[in-house]
């Protein structure tokens, strides 16, 4: 928001609070040292931006806007400043023992950019539950912490694949409390004939059923599309139409447009699938896997060395 003091907030202190925490849980100077450099090396990957560059053939390819950032997270990653520039604008394709290297366009590139990103951010924070599950754990009982992450719903100006990702997660964790909440203590008032008075809610299983279930759900024939060369966003789009256009919880547009609706427990969100196929797809292809296992970083805990096993 442009602000960077907010009144009662100290972030030095909030930070010192944290470097304690660390050493009473017992993570060593090297591995506190390693959270700093991932997690700074994310925001740097953030800040990376590109140009677009006419190629040979009238290809599309991308140049990066500035160095710097690949040189920091080359730095705090120990990385190969040349590897980080081949997997942020091109894409390896192996064909007849042969290796074709192909440029991305920038749609392409600042995908590969983010699956970096949240790879590398995912990763980190498996290892800190890992890590703090093991830490806490005493003798033969075992512990954990639960961490119950309510993503909020979102409906914006538009919409795209995080959207109904973040919607779907809400929709679960929605059908989850009216099932412990609602549902199944009803029956134990109902078993126990204790005189209550009935309380409705909507159950929400419906757009669950529409947006993942087998075979036809909109996430399912998503993973179909993707499957197929041919496929295009317009085609998985269409086949969203011809499956669920009978369904009151799918909406399809008044114009051609690129989109669909659903009804959510939360209010209907229209979502463009411009883009669908390629975010369902796995970005994060094996010369970024191969790239980051390279990295120098001292990790000498047996776990942390899980952290770049993707």
Same mark, same amino acid.
């Given at each position: 928001?442009?602000?960077?003091?907010?009144?009662?907030?100290?972030?030095?202190?909030?930070?010192?609070?944290?470097?304690?925490? /660390?050493?009473?849980?017992?993570?060593?100077?090297?591995?506190?040292? %390693?959270?700093?450099?991932?997690?700074?090396a994310v925001l740097h990957f953030g800040n990376v931006y590109f140009h677009r560059k006419q190629l040979k053939h009238g290809q599309e390819g991308v140049e990066i806007g500035s160095d710097a950032e690949i040189r920091w997270a080359s730095h705090l990653l120990?990385?190969?400043?040349?590897?980080?520039?081949?997997?942020? %604008?091109?894409? %390896?394709?192996?064909?007849?023992?042969?290796?074709?290297?192909?440029?991305?366009?920038?749609?392409?590139?600042?995908?590969?950019?983010?699956?970096?990103?949240?790879?590398?951010?995912?990763?980190?924070?498996?290892?800190?539950?890992?890590?703090?599950?093991?830490? &806490?754990?005493?003798?033969?009982?075992?512990?954990?912490?639960?961490?119950?992450?309510?993503?909020?719903?979102?409906?914006?100006?538009?919409?795209?694949?995080?959207?109904?990702?973040?919607?779907?997660?809400?929709?679960?964790?929605?059908?989850?409390?009216?099932?412990?909440?609602?549902?199944?203590?009803?029956?134990?008032?109902?078993?126990?004939?204790?005189?209550?008075?009935?309380?409705?809610?909507?159950?929400?299983?419906?757009?669950?059923?529409?947006?993942?279930?087998?075979?036809?759900?909109?996430?399912?024939?998503?993973?179909?599309?993707?499957?197929?060369?041919?496929?295009?966003?317009?085609?998985?789009?269409?086949?969203?139409?011809?499956?669920?256009?009978?369904?009151?919880?799918?909406?399809?547009?008044?114009?051609?447009? /690129?989109?669909?609706?659903?009804?959510?427990?939360?209010?209907?969100?229209?979502?463009? &699938?411009?883009?669908?196929?390629?975010?369902?797809?796995?970005?994060?292809?094996?010369?970024?896997?191969?790239?980051?296992?390279?990295?120098?970083?001292?990790?000498?805990?047996?776990?942390?060395?899980?952290?770049?096993?993707?």
């Open positions: 928001g442009g602000a960077y003091r907010i009144e009662c907030k100290d972030d030095a202190e909030d930070f010192r609070s944290l470097l304690s925490a /660390m050493q009473v849980l017992g993570f060593t100077s090297d591995e506190q040292d %390693t959270i700093f450099r991932m997690l700074a120990q990385l190969s400043v040349d590897g980080i520039l081949r997997a942020l %604008t091109t894409r %390896t394709t192996e064909a007849r023992n042969e290796r074709v290297l192909t440029a991305l366009n920038i749609d392409q590139a600042l995908d590969a950019r983010d699956a970096i990103s949240k790879a590398l951010y995912s990763s980190l924070f498996s290892w800190l539950v890992h890590r703090i599950n093991k830490i &806490v754990c005493k003798g033969s009982k075992k512990t954990s912490i639960a961490i119950l992450d309510i993503f909020g719903f979102e409906d914006f100006k538009e919409n795209s694949f995080e959207q109904l990702c973040i919607n779907y997660a809400n929709e679960t964790l929605q059908f989850y409390f009216n099932k412990h909440v609602f549902k199944l203590e009803q029956q134990e008032y109902a078993r126990e004939k204790i005189e209550w008075q009935p309380i409705s809610y909507q159950d929400n299983q419906p757009v669950l059923s529409l947006i993942a279930k087998k075979p036809v759900g909109i996430l399912s024939l998503l993973d179909d599309e993707s499957n197929f060369p041919k496929a295009t966003d317009l085609s998985f789009l269409e086949k969203c139409h011809y499956n669920h256009a009978l369904n009151d919880l799918y909406s399809r547009p008044r114009m051609s447009s /690129m989109e669909f609706g659903i009804k959510h427990y939360a209010g209907q969100v229209w979502y463009s &699938v411009d883009g669908f196929l390629d975010k369902n797809r796995d970005t994060l292809r094996s010369v970024v896997v191969d790239l980051l296992i390279s990295s120098k970083v001292p990790v000498r805990n047996q776990y942390f060395s899980n952290l770049f096993n993707f």
